[in-house]
Each structure stands twice: as C-alpha cells, then as structure tokens.
C-alpha cells in the first residue's frame, strides 16, 4: 500500500533552517511529482511547491521560492523540503502529498519556530 | 497567480442536510480542481479530483459539479463524520493554489 512517512517534529529558532523528509513506498517513487503543503495555526492549507523525483525539476510558489529548496534521493525513495531563514509565521505543519491530484499524503511534520 | 474562493467561509448543519460548497477561480482552470476534506489533526483528504471525479472509497453523497469558473462540491445527506474543513485547489497551473476553506460543523 502507498506510505508517505515523514520525519519527526522540529523545533527551531529564527533564522534557522528546518529540513523535512518524506519517504515513499508502495509505489513506483519517480512516476509521480511530490508536492509539499503546510498549514499555518488557525490558517488555511499553503502550496509551497513541488519536484519532479525522476528529474529533480521543481517548481517552488512565489512566496517561498528564496527560501525553499526540495530535493529527493531516488536511491531510498526519499523526498526532502528544506526552508531557510526560519521565522515565526513558519510554525506550521509541513505535508508531503503524492501528485498533482494529492491522493496520498504524509501524516505531517510540525515546526516551531521560536526563540 | 490564480486566485480561488469560497463560500461559505462556515456552515452550520445538521445530520442530513444537503450541503453545497462553491469554490471560483479567478480565470478558467479548465476542470482541474481537486476537493479536499481535512479534520483537525489529520491530513488533508482527496475527495474530488478533476472536478467531478469521486476518488475510490469516498461516499457517494459527495459529488462535484463545474459551470465555467464556478465549481461546487455537494453533500448530498450530512453524516456525523462529514463535519470537517473543506478546500479546492485548482492544479492548472503553477502555483497549485488552494481556497481559503470551508467549515462544516453541527448545528
């Protein structure tokens, strides 16, 4: 069956980095794009981008394309979001999520950010 | 970047109410719009891909519809495990943004 295991909780202080990783089984890991989702306390679900595991192109939103960098390791199945110059408002829980139409998603890594 | 709505915001319902969500893009994204059920503390949910496309093992009562822009999702008799947040997103283009969300909860 498709898994999506993501890495544990992090707690980070401003101006550091947090990465995020996402392990794929259950199904063929470069034949679908993974995206990666969070969800601010008390916000609504944000797109932060997406790669392509067979190429490792991505696709990164406006709002974080300085900051975010995915990667994958096709060796282990392993997807990895990486955001720098933490802040406050990135306290969130970071999903990654299997293909354009996210069928399958990760249970979720939280990230607090604070001093 | 394309823009998406919802509305309602929130709905307060009861077990067996038909309840509609409506979700508009800002320009056309064909019919590719995805519907999302999450519960508080869980992953998000696909329900609805392509706009009408049930994913297998979702209930029947949900349902999507398209008129240009504008897309509904449908519950056609509310059941105690349906109350939850309901997002669109549309993935015609980058960035594959989502609508602000729709809460469901008992009346």
Sequence with gaps: QVQLVQSGAEV??????????CKASG?????????????????GLEWMGRINPNSG?????????????MTRDTSINTAYMELSSLRSDDTAVYYCARGDASD???????????? | DIQMTQSPSSLSASVGD??????????TI???????????????KLLISAAFSLQSGVPSRFSGSASGTDFTL???????????TYYCQQS????????????????
């Design chain 2, 18 to 27: 038909r309840v509609t969500i409506t979700c508009r893009a800002s320009q």
């Design chain 1, 27 to 43: 199904y063929t890991f470069t034949g679908y794009y993974m995206h990666w989702v969070r969800r601010a306390p008390g916000q």
């Design chain 1, 57 to 69: 192109g991505t696709n990164y939103a406006q709002n974080f394309q300085d900051r975010v960098t």
């Design chain 2, 30 to 44: 064909s019919s590719y719009l995805n519907w999302y059920q999450q519960k508080p503390g869980k992953a998000p």
């Design chain 2, 92 to 107: 015609y283009s980058i960035p594959f943004t989502f609508g602000p969300g729709t809460k469901v909860d008992i009346k």
């Design chain 1, 104 to 115: 399958y998603w990760g249970q979720g890594t939280l990230v607090t950010v604070s001093s």
């Design chain 1, 12 to 21: 980070k202080k401003p101006g550091a980095s947090v990465k995020v990783s």
């Design chain 2, 74 to 84: 449908a519950i056609a008799s509310l059941q105690p495990e349906d109350f939850a």
